[in-house]
């Protein structure tokens, strides 16, 4: 529940950020070099950076960043990984052992150090950084969906269906996809959280986001050489980092109670 | 009260459950007699709480029941006023119990043998004994070659035998009263005519009480001495089965009888019971069985009838029970 | 008259593999089953766990693929067909399966289950749809109101109805049905038995009813096959088959179920006596020996086929080898 509101105001805050924002154009980017190093006040909440830019404004403006990256590489993944999980459950035989031995081989990845090579072959920048994710979060999603349709499709309601007639294709989009569809969600919620911080380190290392974009990680990476004296411009952002993260992964378990019918009441006689 | 004849007495039992939707009312002022020596039938349909009746006696009903009133009484012992390490005594030993799927009571990955040993050793038998007693339940449930069956594994075995050993391990320390919830239904025809034959042999070799809870009318005619028909909660007849089969008093008895395709005709339409098993939540007030009654009147609705001795060994709670004819 | 329905030596064997290589035997599920329905009539398929109906049940209903023999539906043989004939024939056979909650997928309303066997043959124009699921819903006694709920809001009996009304949107000439009412209250059971009677009259369809509980059998249906290990047993006109049980195992059903007005008598002996079954049964003889009361010495190496025992009647039992033997049956109506 937490999670949801944590979200909730953070999906405000990206939507809206330009509006929010006290100075749109230094968070775009816009240097302002008299006002270097500002601790934090009440003009500048949260401080401003080596480039006199405010950094609150800078990190509602990632916001959007952010939150528009994680549900990309997401969304990408689970639309690249559940038809070929899919597929590869319901017909098993060849086509199973296919898929599933590609699946292996980009899971025995460690999936970061995957996505670094994919980046260093397509070039860094954040439009890069989140094709290289999504081929490396794919796998996943093949897996849980594969698992689910193995089981789905000895159900009675799929055998009444065959006998009706209705054709595998239509099977596996009215009954098997529907059925299966929660385990995925639920994986991709708590996954948000992950791609956050995945695309925050890929920028970190400077594969990502390139300046001046104003991306939490970047920010956080530039601003490590001022942790001791001017603490704030690289503090906030990686707070930003965390928080969001941290909502991420509880609204993923608050999904999963609520979807686990365990977790309803019931007697019978 | 507790007789000589009665081993245990279930009195004015009131049970409730929490839930989501509202108080579900479970159990509604039961009432149940058991003999010294007798097998009796509980059966009744969905809802009519014949299986937590069953936990009831032996309190394990789960997190969000609540028992409001009533008692269990084991030869004048109060079970439902006694504390967990009473009950814990008591349980396996003299008072038993057998569910209906026999692999979810054996644990598969120990053999028979473990398994029977731990039954015994955890209610302090002699381990010496141990072995023979093994041996020599497992021969009392009809398995003629003990050994063979002692270093096995739940899943290396028939449903039937499973069930067997079930029994076998509910026997072990010899209780008083055997609980056997729907034993039979997920067995075959004719393992289940074995089961039920040999709940016989057992009562007849130890004089246990067997308390066999069943929805199948077959089941019960085969094995019970006597039978309790249980509706939305509440007990509605007691008797003789032959007696309450051949002559049922209750309209929902007599509903249940006519509704089996046993006699009737191919093609004629076999008579159904009006209406359906009402919501526990919102009962129907009075008798509950009312709302589906063809020979309900006022008072049906406004009072709950009480079990009553309406012919020589039959009670019933009913206002209009039917008469001897038929 | 072209049988509704014929079973002509259907066999489906499954191999039993030790590791992913070694083929270690074969479990022969359905080993050469044969038998023919005539329209309007209902067959009723009995046996216990096992005994192969479930297998013979998705062969028929073309969910499995036999190893061998052929199913005709009013004359076509349906393993030849491909495609979208395949598709079309598919209207004349459908399903309602045992439990009523689980045949039905709990995502999809009342309505959208119905409508599905609609959709998916384009019978009836979008228009028309709405109306034809509410005609549907009423002949089965549901209400209109019912339409939008999902199974898991509905009771045991409510969902069955579902089932039926999906079964006879496409017309269908015959209904498998498997252990329908095995998991219903004796009453609900009642109903829906009641159900099946009226639709078969106004309709005029043939039911295949598979199901372990030989009392609903002897009330429900015309003919009789009792299975034994993948086999027919006992085939005929059902009440001359329980009147005259012939085959032992058909014996031994009958001793294992109640009469309702006394309590188990001499059926406990005859029972008791086949306890526990540690021979397994032997290569060429027949299928039952290790359990039969009756045995002789030339049932260890002689399979027995369905002979005569009346006409129209037939068991396969060698007690009955002096008379005529059936290949195939058509059991006269």
């Known amino acids: 529940m937490c999670g949801i509101a944590i979200i909730a105001f953070f999906v405000f805050v990206a939507i809206f950020a330009p509006l929010l924002a006290p100075f749109p154009a230094e968070g775009a980017g816009l240097p302002n070099p008299p006002n270097k190093f500002l601790p934090p006040s009440f003009v500048h909440p949260f401080g401003t950076d080596y480039l006199g830019r405010d950094v609150l404004s800078r990190v509602i403006l990632g916001s959007q960043i952010s939150l528009s990256v994680a549900v990309t590489v997401i969304v990408l993944a689970i639309i690249i990984g559940t038809p070929l999980g899919a597929i590869a459950g319901y017909f098993g035989g060849k086509v199973d052992d296919v898929i599933m031995r590609v699946t292996d081989v980009f899971l025995s990845f460690p999936s970061l150090l995957l996505a670094i090579i994919l980046l260093a072959t397509l070039g860094p920048g954040l439009t890069n950084a989140m094709i290289s994710l999504s081929l490396t979060w794919w796998p996943w999603y093949t897996r849980i969906m594969r698992a689910q349709t193995v089981s789905l499709r000895e159900r009675t309601y799929v055998e009444a269906s065959k006998v009706i007639g209705v054709s595998d294709f239509w099977i596996l989009i009215r009954h098997i996809l529907p059925n299966a569809i929660t385990p995925i969600l639920v994986q991709g919620t708590m996954d948000l ?46 707070l930003a980092i965390f928080a969001i993260a941290v909502a991420f992964n509880l609204f993923g378990d608050g999904l999963r109670e609520i979807l686990d019918p365990k977790t309803r009441r019931f007697v019978e006689g | 009260m507790t007789g000589p004849q009665e081993l245990l007495d279930v009195l004015n039992l009131k049970l409730l459950f929490r839930t989501v939707e509202g108080t579900l009312q479970a159990l509604e002022n039961v009432e149940l007699h058991i003999r010294r020596g007798e097998i009796l039938g509980l059966v009744g349909e969905t809802g009519s709480g014949k299986s937590v009746t069953a936990l009831s006696i032996l309190k394990m009903i789960p997190e969000n029941g609540r028992i409001v009133e009533g008692k269990v009484l084991l030869q004048g012992q109060d079970l439902l006023a006694q504390n967990e390490e009473e009950l814990r005594k008591i349980r396996g030993a003299r008072v038993s119990i057998v569910f209906q799927d026999p692999s979810s009571s054996l644990n598969p990955v120990y ?26 339940l497992l021969r009392q449930v009809g ?9 096995s594994y739940p899943h290396e075995l028939s449903g039937g035998m499973q069930q067997r050993i079930a029994l076998a ?22 393992t289940q005519a074995q089961i039920l034959a040999l709940l016989k042999r057992i009562r007849d070799a130890t004089g246990a009480s067997i308390l066999l809870i069943s929805h199948n009318l077959g089941v019960i005619a085969m094995a019970c001495d006597r039978v309790a028909v249980m509706y939305a909660g509440s007990i ?14 209750h309209h929902y008895t007599r509903g249940l009888l006519n509704a089996l395709p046993r006699m009737a005709q191919k093609g004629s339409e076999l008579p159904v019971i009006y209406g359906s098993i009402p919501s526990l939540i919102n009962p129907p007030s009075g008798c509950r069985f ?10 049906c609705s406004r009072e709950r009838p009480k079990l009553e001795p309406c012919r020589p060994d039959q009670l019933v709670a009913c206002y209009h029970p039917a008469g001897e004819s038929q | 008259m072209t049988e509704l329905l014929e079973v002509i030596n259907l066999t489906k064997h499954f191999a039993l593999r030790s590791g992913v290589f070694r083929r270690v035997g074969t479990v022969k599920a359905v080993d050469g089953v044969s038998f023919s329905i005539p329209p309007k009539k209902t067959f009723g398929l009995a046996g216990e766990t096992g005994c192969g109906k479930t297998t013979l049940a998705k062969c028929i209903l073309r969910i499995i693929q036999p190893t061998g023999g052929e199913v005709k539906v009013e004359g076509k043989n349906i393993f030849t067909l491909r495609g979208k004939e395949l598709k079309n024939a598919r209207r004349n056979v459908q399903a309602i399966f045992q439990n009523p909650l689980m045949s039905l997928d709990p995502r999809m309303t009342a309505a959208n289950i119905i409508a599905e066997p609609l959709k998916t043959h384009h019978v009836i124009p979008k228009s028309k749809m709405y109306d034809k699921i509410i005609e549907l819903m009423r002949t089965v006694g549901l209400d209109e109101e019912q339409s939008l709920k999902y199974p898991h809001e509905l009771s045991g009996g409510q969902n069955q109805r579902v089932a039926i009304a999906r079964a006879l949107s496409l017309n269908p000439k015959l209904i498998l049905l498997d252990e329908p009412t ?22 005029g369809l043939g039911y295949l009813f598979i199901s372990h509980d030989l009392s609903v059998l002897r009330y ?14 006992e085939l005929g006109p059902s009440d001359i088959v329980f009147k005259n049980p012939s085959h032992p195992y058909t014996q031994l059903l009958l001793s294992a179920i109640p009469d309702l007005s006394v309590s188990i008598t001499s059926s406990e002996i005859k029972v008791s006596a086949l306890a526990e079954v540690l021979e397994s049964p032997p290569e060429n003889g027949c299928k039952f020996y290790p359990r039969c009361p009756v045995r002789m010495e030339k049932c260890k190496t002689t399979d027995p086929t369905l002979f005569q025992v009346e006409s129209g009647h037939h068991a396969a039992c060698l007690l009955f080898d002096n008379r005529p033997s059936l290949f195939y049956s058509a059991p006269k109506a």
């Open chain 3, 220 to 233: 429900f249906s015309d003919f009789l096959a009792i299975m034994y290990l993948g086999r027919i047993v």
């Open chain 2, 111 to 136: 053999t028979i043998r473990s398994q029977m040993r731990d039954m015994l050793t955890s209610h302090q038998v002699e381990v010496a004994d141990v072995e023979s007693r093994v041996i020599e």
């Open chain 2, 143 to 151: 398995f003629q070659n003990p050994t063979r069956i002692l270093d």
């Open chain 2, 236 to 249: 509605v007849e007691v008797g003789p089965t032959v007696k309450v089969f051949r002559n049922p008093a």
């Open chain 2, 290 to 299: 009312h709302p589906r009654c063809p020979f309900a009147t006022e008072i």
């Open chain 3, 182 to 203: 095995s998991s219903l209250d004796v009453s609900v059971q009642a109903q829906i038995l009641n159900l099946l009677t009226e639709i078969q009259r106004k309709s």
């Open chain 1, 193 to 238: 959280s992950s791609a956050i911080l995945a695309e925050a380190a890929l920028s970190f290392i400077g594969l990502g986001a390139q300046a001046p974009s104003p991306e939490w990680g970047l920010m956080v990476s530039t601003g490590r050489i001022y942790i001791l004296n001017y603490w704030w411009f690289p503090t906030f952002p990686g």
């Open chain 2, 169 to 190: 391990i509910a026997l072990s320390c010899s209780p008083e009263l055997l609980i056997a919830d729907e034993p039979t239904t997920a067995l075959d025809v004719v």
